[in-house]
């Protein structure tokens, strides 16, 4: 009996297997732990993000107004590794795409020629100008919502490199999951 039902454990395993392997794999959510500021008040540091890893897969591609999680590349590490900013899961919001004109005016975001306008923004931000040009093709241009807490592009820029590569974007933030309390599971 234990022989019949090994080998038909076997036979399903081994059917799942070749199933799996024609398929595309899949990474699926994961909840990570925002680290930083930068998005504040809308997602607080410390606060826990629940984040699709398939997001950009398969040719889709961050669009603005994305909250987007990144491995840090060269610059951002430069502009923010010793800044005390958290590494190495950066959460921020596409501000531009490819051929989009970004610039900061007066510490106000715009795209196009057009105000951005994020949940974050605070009035006592730093008021400061940078244009940025032209998006290139194959990268993403991020901001912080809280940009005085935010190491972002405005500051990557120093480092020589304010985009961001797609490869870099590792998934798209799709909610902060409630907090879990005593007897809620």
Do not use: K
């Not at 940009?147 to 590792?170: E, H, I, K, M, N």
């Amino acid at each position: 009996m234990r022989r019949a039902a090994a080998a038909s454990a076997a036979a399903l395993l081994a059917g799942v297997a070749v199933f799996a392997a024609g398929r595309p794999q899949h990474l699926g959510p994961v909840v990570i732990v925002n680290e930083s500021a930068a998005m504040a008040p809308g997602l607080p540091a410390g606060g826990a993000v629940l984040v699709d890893r398939d997001a950009y897969r398969e040719g889709r591609l961050p669009a603005v107004g994305d909250v987007v999680v990144i491995v840090p590349t060269t610059a951002v590490r430069a502009a923010c590794g010793s800044t005390g900013y958290p590494l190495p899961d950066p959460v921020l919001r596409v501000a531009g795409v490819p051929g989009d004109r970004i610039e900061v005016r007066g510490g106000l975001a715009y795209r196009n020629g057009t105000r951005l306008r994020t949940p974050g923004e605070r009035p006592d931000a730093p008021r400061y100008d940078r244009a940025f040009g032209a998006v290139p093709p194959g990268t993403v241009l991020l901001l912080g919502d809280n940009r005085p807490q935010s190491c972002d592009a405005r500051l990557w820029v120093q480092a020589g490199a304010p985009f961001v590569p797609f490869g870099s974007v590792t998934g798209r933030v799709l909610t902060r999951p409630a907090p879990l309390t005593p007897g809620s599971g």
